[in-house]
T-cell receptor, first 113, second 116 residues
Framework: GAVVSQHPSRVICKSGTSVKIECRSL??????MFWYRQFPKQSLMLMAT?????????EQGVEKDKFLINHASLTLSTLTVTSAHPEDSSFYIC?????????FGPGTRLTVL | AQKVTQAQTEISVVEKEDVTLDCVYE???????LFWYKQPPSGELVFLIR??????QNEISGRYSWNFQKSTSSFNFTITASQVVDSAVYFC?????????????FGSGTKLNVKP
């Protein structure tokens, strides 16, 4: 079945550094992918829609300069958290739709010290 | 406005009890989709069911069953004879038709604790 992968699964970084998270559709092409953020014990909140070959669409309240999204190919979207701070520590999940239903990646747990 | 409401923050039951997780949604679209996902401690979302707005038939899958009622905008999930392995956070989600089709709106989740 359709699979969405994320890399890395966990990352710990120092405050002020940038972190890149990859989301890949393994056996299908995805012109659109979605990025969600989940704070501890909270729900998933849509951050942005990643569009292949064009700019991402950000949800209200999400800083586009802080969360850079690049969808360079039909199977890869990247989320870069720039100048990360402890408040950016969260669980980041991407999703993509092969045409049947939305598939979610396994998530990336980011901890900023 | 909250599109999906899961009023139950946490539920604890003893193994073999039945448990129902509530989900109430809000949308102006006539075509929409409802989902339930299970999130174990590992964090990965496990797909349980998808239901479109035109299909109000209840569904049963093993110990799981879903009750979709458009009249009350509810899509409740029942686990029969619960097991310890059912312990997880369960999310109800909504996606609307049109350009927003793949944008999911998640409820706040219900944490289910099944005790042996």
């Amino acid at each position: 079945g359709a699979v969405v992968s994320q890399h890395p699964s966990r990352v710990i970084c120092k405050s002020g550094t940038s972190v890149k998270i990859e989301c890949r559709s393994l056996d299908f092409q995805a012109t659109t992918m979605f990025w969600y953020r989940q704070f501890p014990k909270q729900s998933l909140m849509l951050m942005a829609t990643s569009n292949e070959g064009s700019k991402a669409t950000y949800e209200q309240g999400v800083e586009k300069d802080k969360f850079l999204i690049n969808h360079a190919s039909l199977t890869l979207s990247t989320l870069t958290v720039t100048s990360a701070h402890p408040e950016d520590s969260s669980f980041y999940i991407c999703s993509a739709d092969p045409g049947l239903s939305q598939y979610f990646g396994p998530g990336t747990r980011l901890t900023v010290l | 406005a909250q599109k999906v409401t899961q009023a139950q923050t946490e539920i604890s039951v003893v193994e073999k009890e039945d448990v129902t997780l509530d989900c109430v949604y809000e949308t102006r679209d006539t075509t929409y989709y409802l989902f339930w996902y299970k999130q174990p401690p590992s964090g990965e979302l496990v797909f349980l069911i998808r239901r479109n707005s035109f299909d109000e038939q209840n569904e049963i899958s093993g110990r799981y069953s879903w009750n979709f009622q458009k009249s009350t905008s509810s899509f409740n999930f029942t686990i029969t004879a619960s097991q310890v392995v059912d312990s997880a956070v369960y999310f109800c989600a909504l996606s609307e038709a049109g350009v927003n089709f793949n944008k999911f709106y998640f409820g706040s989740g219900t944490k289910l604790n099944v005790k042996p």
